[in-house]
């Protein structure tokens, strides 16, 4: 049996998409053919309905499975519509999109099935039981309509990572996206988090699983890690098989939850590479000694989830439980160890105040991260941020539908104020740090940030598109003068201490 993968990726960062190269490689150990359609800019132009349905005839598949997360689904929705009239074949859609939203995906009344949770398992059953004309509608994990009525099924147990078949790379141009990221590749070496964020898929997932099969946390073996042996042997295919990799840089949500599988796998990568690579930590699991090991084994980068600096909105609304002091330790202790520092900051939360705001700025500002990357938040159907949202009466629903990313601009509103506030610091955060900090060029950024915040919504938006260009300018002055700043590097939502970028030149 053929699959046609569709993956759209469009208005946004180029993706790698873990779960299908995943279901890719159970499916062929099972004998099936597997193609593969990344829908993104980056990688080649759009393409037009009749170029679109022309793909589908030249690939001829027996089966059509769209993988979609929820910024995504309007396009998704598009690329089905096209397909629908014309594809005999049943269309499926996955991804985390469908865990909260099954319903409104067959309400669309383009999808004949919907995948809910990990996958690799129950989609490899559906194919088999299709392919011999079985009855498929008693399949955990699955959502359909019949007779007018919308059936979802419990979901099974958690794929067993020990034994998933490794990823099928050859489903994609591998190099081609290699090439596109500038040499960096992604990886995943567990799987889950035992967070409850508020804005977060991750407590919802958990709920879903816990309640179909009447289990507990610890029973439903949520946060799950690949061997190491199995990821040091999916890092040397890449360096055998591919080209102009320069990074390695591991999506986990929690790298270092496991301080012995950390060991163990800081031993065996440097013995196979020098390369460097990049992990995802928590400042609750981080330490001093896996600051040791990650930089003995050629980590560059180390990256924490802050979101805010404000330790009440943290509290109540994010359910994040961690101190400021804790956050800069954690940062302290990456610096130490050599490594570059990272954090993640969102701006635009439900019940957020400019006093909130200026708390996030301050701690950067204090804690001073070798970078932070920033986003406007986005309320996910189904996560306790999005129900906190619509009760708040904070989200504008329309802007909520069109957006394809949470880098352009935020779905909340807050009044005119607060909303032109937050288009300011989202534009131009790196100048904000600087200002609120010690460092020797915090007056010139601090009136440049007094000017700005004066401006009224037609100036601003005069202004705004020429900030990138002043910045870069900007940073060439202070550069010279070997003066350290924060800088916007390597894409629009980024803030990068000029000691780092100058060092890597």
Same mark, same amino acid.
């Given at each position: 049996?053929?699959?046609?993968?569709?993956y759209? !990726?469009?208005?946004?960062?180029?993706?790698?998409?873990?779960g299908?190269?995943?279901?890719a490689?159970?499916?062929?150990?099972?004998?099936?053919?597997?193609?593969?359609?990344?829908?993104?800019?980056?990688?080649?132009?759009?393409?037009?309905?009749?170029?679109?349905?022309?793909?589908?005839?030249?690939?001829?598949?027996?089966?059509?499975?769209?993988?979609?997360? +929820?910024n995504?689904?309007?396009?998704?929705?598009?690329?089905?519509?096209?397909?629908?009239?014309?594809?005999?074949?049943?269309?499926?859609?996955?991804?985390?999109?469908?865990?909260?939203?099954?319903?409104?995906?067959l309400?669309?009344?383009?999808?004949?099935?919907?995948?809910?949770?990990?996958?690799?398992?129950?989609?490899?059953?559906?194919?088999?039981?299709?392919?011999?004309?079985?009855?498929?509608?008693?399949?955990?994990?699955?959502?359909?309509?019949?007779?007018?009525?919308?059936?979802?099924?419990?979901?099974?147990?958690?794929?067993?990572?020990?034994?998933?078949?490794?990823?099928?790379?050859?489903?994609?141009?591998?190099?081609?996206?290699?090439?596109?990221? /500038?040499?960096?590749?992604?990886?995943?070496?567990?799987?889950?988090?035992?967070?409850?964020?508020?804005?977060?898929?991750?407590?919802?997932?958990?709920?879903?699983?816990?309640?179909?099969?009447?289990?507990?946390?610890?029973?439903?073996?949520?946060i799950?890690?690949?061997?190491?042996?199995?990821?040091?042997?999916?890092?040397?295919?890449?360096l055998?098989?591919?080209?102009?990799?320069?990074?390695?840089?591991?999506?986990?949500?929690?790298?270092?939850?496991?301080?012995?599988?950390?060991?163990q796998?800081?031993?065996?990568y440097?013995?196979?590479?020098?390369?460097?690579?990049?992990?995802?930590?928590?400042?609750?699991?981080?330490?001093?000694?896996?600051?040791?090991l990650?930089?003995g084994?050629?980590?560059?980068?180390? /990256?924490?989830?802050?979101?805010?600096?404000?330790?009440?909105?943290?509290?109540?609304?994010?359910?994040?439980?961690?101190?400021?002091?804790?956050?800069?330790?954690?940062?302290?202790?990456? !610096?130490?160890?050599?490594?570059?520092?990272?954090?993640?900051?969102?701006?635009?939360?439900?019940?957020?105040?400019?006093?909130?705001?200026?708390?996030?700025?301050?701690?950067?500002?204090?804690?001073?991260?070798?970078?932070?990357?920033? +986003?406007?938040?986005?309320p996910?159907?189904?996560?306790?941020?999005?129900?906190?949202?619509?009760?708040?009466?904070?989200?504008?629903?329309?802007?909520?539908?069109?957006?394809a990313?949470? +880098?352009?601009?935020?779905?909340?509103?807050?009044?005119?104020?607060? !909303?032109?506030?937050?288009?300011?610091?989202?534009?131009?955060?790196?100048?904000?740090?600087?200002?609120?900090?010690?460092?020797?060029?915090?007056?010139?950024?601090?009136?440049?940030?007094?000017?700005?915040?004066?401006?009224?919504?037609?100036?601003?938006e005069?202004?705004?598109?020429t900030?990138?260009?002043?910045? /870069?300018?900007?940073?060439?002055?202070?550069?010279?003068?070997?003066?350290?700043?924060?800088?916007?590097?390597?894409n629009?939502?980024?803030?990068?201490?000029?000691?780092?970028?100058?060092?890597?030149?």
């Amino acid at each position: 049996m053929k699959i046609l993968f569709l993956y759209p !990726n469009s208005g946004s960062q180029v993706g790698f998409n873990y779960g299908v190269a995943h279901l890719a490689g159970v499916l062929k150990a099972q004998g099936h053919q597997i193609a593969f359609w990344q829908l993104c800019e980056d990688l080649a132009p759009l393409p037009t309905q009749a170029q679109f349905l022309q793909r589908l005839r030249t690939e001829a598949p027996d089966l059509l499975a769209f993988s979609v997360v +929820t910024n995504q689904w309007a396009y998704a929705r598009r690329l089905a519509e096209w397909a629908r009239p014309v594809f005999p074949g049943p269309l499926v859609c996955g991804g985390i999109h469908t865990l909260f939203n099954a319903e409104q995906i067959l309400d669309s009344g383009l999808f004949d099935y919907v995948f809910r949770g990990e996958c690799e398992d129950a989609f490899a059953e559906f194919v088999t039981r299709w392919e011999q004309n079985q009855n498929v509608d008693g399949l955990p994990n699955l959502a359909f309509r019949r007779a007018g009525r919308t059936r979802i099924n419990p979901v099974r147990p958690l794929p067993n990572l020990q034994i998933l078949p490794p990823k099928d790379y050859s489903i994609m141009d591998f190099q081609t996206l290699i090439d596109a990221k /500038k040499g960096w590749v992604g990886l995943m070496a567990s799987r889950g988090c035992p967070f409850a964020c508020t804005y977060c898929f991750n407590h919802q997932m958990v709920d879903v699983y816990r309640r179909d099969l009447n289990c507990s946390f610890p029973q439903l073996h949520y946060i799950r890690h690949f061997p190491v042996e199995q990821v040091i042997g999916e890092i040397r295919f890449l360096l055998e098989s591919y080209r102009r990799i320069s990074m390695f840089i591991f999506d986990d949500d929690l790298f270092t939850f496991d301080k012995t599988w950390v060991r163990q796998f800081c031993t065996a990568y440097r013995r196979l590479t020098s390369l460097p690579f990049v992990v995802n930590a928590h400042v609750g699991f981080f330490d001093a000694e896996l600051a040791a090991l990650l930089a003995g084994a050629g980590c560059r980068v180390v /990256k924490f989830g802050v979101e805010s600096g404000s330790p009440e909105l943290r509290r109540r609304i994010l359910h994040r439980h961690m101190t400021n002091e804790r956050i800069i330790e954690a940062i302290t202790q990456v !610096n130490a160890a050599g490594i570059h520092s990272s954090v993640f900051i969102i701006i635009g939360f439900p019940h957020e105040t400019p006093d909130h705001l200026l708390e996030t700025i301050r701690l950067l500002a204090l804690a001073r991260p070798g970078r932070f990357r920033w +986003t406007y938040f986005f309320p996910y159907p189904g996560t306790r941020a999005h129900q906190i949202s619509i009760e708040g009466g904070f989200v504008n629903q329309a802007k909520m539908d069109r957006l394809a990313n949470f +880098t352009d601009e935020s779905c909340l509103d807050f009044g005119p104020r607060q !909303n032109l506030l937050l288009k300011k610091i989202g534009r131009i955060m790196p100048w904000f740090v600087n200002a609120y900090s010690d460092l020797p060029v915090a007056p010139d950024y601090r009136r440049r940030v007094d000017d700005l915040l004066a401006l009224d919504e037609r100036h601003w938006e005069k202004i705004a598109p020429t900030l990138h260009a002043e910045d /870069k300018l900007l940073s060439s002055r202070f550069a010279a003068q070997g003066l350290t700043h924060y800088a916007i590097k390597y894409n629009p939502f980024m803030g990068v201490i000029s000691d780092y970028f100058l060092n890597e030149k």
